[in-house]
T-cell receptor, first 113, second 114 residues
Framework: GEDVEQSLFLSVREGDSSVINCTYTDSSSTYLYWYKQEPGAGLQLLTYIFSNMDMKQDQRLTVLLNKKDKHLSLRIADTQTGDSAIYFCAEIPIYNQGGKLIFGQGTELSVKP | DVKVTQSSRYLVKRTGEKVFLECVQDMDHENMFWYRQDPGLGLRLIYFSYDVKMKEKGDIPEGYSVSREKKERFSLILESASTNQTSMYLC?????????????FGEGSRLTVL
């Protein structure tokens, strides 16, 4: 079945790099996403990657995709206190009715000054 | 800017009460979704709708129903609230299936059932 797994917590010091990991089970997924949820708010799309790409970079964010291992990661360079949030990995399996997103449990990133 | 508005940020209800959660969007999006968010479980899809008067069950529809009489409004109904429905409820919209996976979320409605 469809499943997306993330670790629940990550703590880093300000200025360090953060790496948030995600594994998924459906190799047919065409899109993989990272969403960010700040305290008291809904989710916002942070970045996404097509399944035919290995890497995508956008300013401080780097997304790496290892299709063989079904592993997705989000690296945040020079992590700031404003990056403290919950980060969700999500996929759309190609056969999924209606293109529903399957979300992971969310990783709570805590950035200490 | 895309705007998804959930009418109630915080609600406290008693077991057995009927609860309405309202979601309104101003982007003319076809697809609307209701998720619940619980710590350690992520987001789980309750119901979604592709168009007016259309609805599809998500992964956890038991104990819930929905209504979409107008394109801009998608309501989640708890016919008889129970304590295990205490949760954060998130409404989301998307232009259509061709719009990829970007969902636009409301700020959430935190429901406590006593």
């Amino acid at each position: 079945g469809e499943d997306v797994e993330q670790s629940l917590f990550l703590s880093v010091r300000e200025g360090d790099s953060s790496v948030i990991n995600c594994t998924y089970t459906d190799s047919s997924s065409t899109y993989l996403y990272w969403y960010k949820q700040e305290p008291g708010a809904g989710l916002q799309l942070l970045t996404y990657i097509f399944s035919n790409m290995d890497m995508k970079q956008d300013q401080r964010l780097t997304v790496l995709l290892n299709k063989k291992d079904k592993h997705l990661s989000l690296r945040i360079a020079d992590t700031q206190t404003g990056d403290s949030a919950i980060y969700f990995c999500a996929e759309i399996p190609i056969y999924n009715q209606g293109g529903k997103l399957i979300f992971g449990q969310g990783t709570e990133l805590s950035v200490k000054p | 800017d895309v705007k998804v508005t959930q009418s109630s940020r915080y609600l406290v209800k008693r077991t057995g009460e009927k609860v309405f959660l309202e979601c309104v969007q101003d982007m003319d999006h076809e697809n609307m979704f209701w998720y619940r968010q619980d710590p350690g479980l992520g987001l789980r899809l309750i119901y979604f709708s592709y168009d007016v008067k259309m609805k599809e069950k998500g992964d956890i529809p038991e104990g819930y129903s929905v209504s979409r009489e107008k394109k801009e409004r998608f309501s989640l109904i708890l016919e008889s609230a129970s304590t295990n429905q205490t949760s954060m409820y998130l409404c989301a919209t998307r232009p259509g299936l061709a719009g990829g996976g970007e969902l636009f979320f409301g700020e959430g409605s935190r429901l406590t059932v006593l």
